[in-house]
């Protein structure tokens, strides 16, 4: 049946159908437009385990959400669909995590790695697991940008942003929002190369990656801030705390958007880690810290951006929990910039 026959028997003012994909479409992964792509993988977490299992959680609580969107009313008809879970993927999550947490646990101990055979065996493991996982991502996602697709993946703790990043920069030049709790600008975290509280900082030596935006940013290193202080003309960083004072003292958010969009390129890439909210909106996640955004924030952050015409190239949504609440909030805020990916690419 082609995507047009589907169409014309779905009936989106129905009840979610659980036999359905996700947001209850009745779309398959080589028909859809996006594709999203599920990473159950929170290897290198140093805080709360758990968001192995926010792809699933999103998954199970999108059939409650209406399909209606009033900045992008028709960009489901276009075709989204998630590709399964792959439990070998979730497999390889368990084993490896089980020597990443020896390792946190020696460090945390006050060890040193660097002078220790059995802890440099396990990091060597950890590491090429990681990378491995990284390679996989980014062939897989290449060969959706090639088929002409819009790959969005779906954490899973942050590092699994590094395969969709590269697999981009190969086709072109490309700028990062990034809205974050953290700056995830350390290098090496812990000793691992892909740890999620490094992300960024792999990101930006990423050839094609021309600049990164962070929004949010309330909790950092001192190795972080010299980073970004070293790097000012490729990262831009809006700190929580200089957000709200200038809430506080009167500014609207909209001036504040439309700042912080000036300083994106053309083509964006969206890195949304739920940290950067508030923490009562997703409580489940790995790291959470006080002073995030709210909600409508983050999303007239997007649509500010969307209406400035910038294209969106791809994106992640990461760190989600396993509680209710997250599952129902991120489901929501995956379905809203799958729209605007879908849209700002016609």
Not at 70 to 77: F, V
Not at 111 to 140: I, P
Request: contains cysteine; hydrophobic residues 35%; glycine residues 8%.
């Amino acid at each position: 049946m082609s995507l047009e026959d589907k169409l014309a028997g779905f009936n989106p003012n129905r009840a979610g159908n659980l036999s359905n994909n996700i947001f209850s479409l009745p779309f398959e992964v080589s028909e859809s437009q996006l594709v999203f792509i599920p990473v159950p993988w929170d290897v290198t977490a140093s805080s709360k385990t758990g968001t192995c299992n926010g792809p699933q959680n999103i998954f199970n609580h999108s059939f409650q959400i209406d399909l209606f969107d009033p900045l992008a009313p028709n960009a489901w008809k276009k075709g989204m669909a998630m590709e399964k879970i792959e439990p070998v993927i979730k497999t390889r999550n368990q084993s490896t995590r089980k020597q990443a947490s020896r390792i946190i646990q020696f460090l945390e101990g006050g060890g040193e790695t660097d002078d220790h055979q059995e802890m440099q065996g396990l990091l060597k493991n950890v590491n090429q697991a990681c990378e491995s996982l990284m390679l996989e991502l980014e062939m897989k996602c290449l060969q959706y940008v090639e088929n002409g697709q819009i790959p969005f993946l779906m954490g899973g703790d942050h590092s699994i942003s590094t395969g969709l990043i590269r697999a981009l920069a190969r086709e072109e030049s490309f700028g990062i929002l990034q809205i974050d709790a953290h700056a995830d600008m350390r290098e090496s975290y812990q000793g691992f190369t892909h740890s999620h509280a490094s992300v960024m900082h792999n990101a930006i030596n990423t050839e094609g990656v021309e600049r990164i935006v962070q929004v949010g940013i309330r909790e950092l290193c001192t190795e972080e801030v010299q980073m970004i202080s070293k790097n000012h003309r490729t990262i831009k960083t809006y700190f929580g705390h200089d957000l709200h004072q200038r809430l506080f003292e009167g500014e609207n958010w909209s001036e504040i958007c439309q700042d912080i969009v000036n300083d994106l390129p053309d083509n964006v890439y969206i890195s949304f880690d739920v940290d950067g909210l508030e923490p009562a909106f997703c409580p489940g996640t790995g790291t959470p810290v006080p002073g995030g955004l709210s909600f409508n924030q983050a999303i007239y952050l997007l649509e500010t951006a969307f209406n400035a015409g910038k294209r969106f190239i791809g994106a992640d949504l990461v760190e989600t929990g396993e509680g209710r609440l997250d599952g129902i909030i991120s489901a929501r805020i995956l379905y809203r910039i799958a729209g605007m990916l879908i849209k700002s690419n016609e």
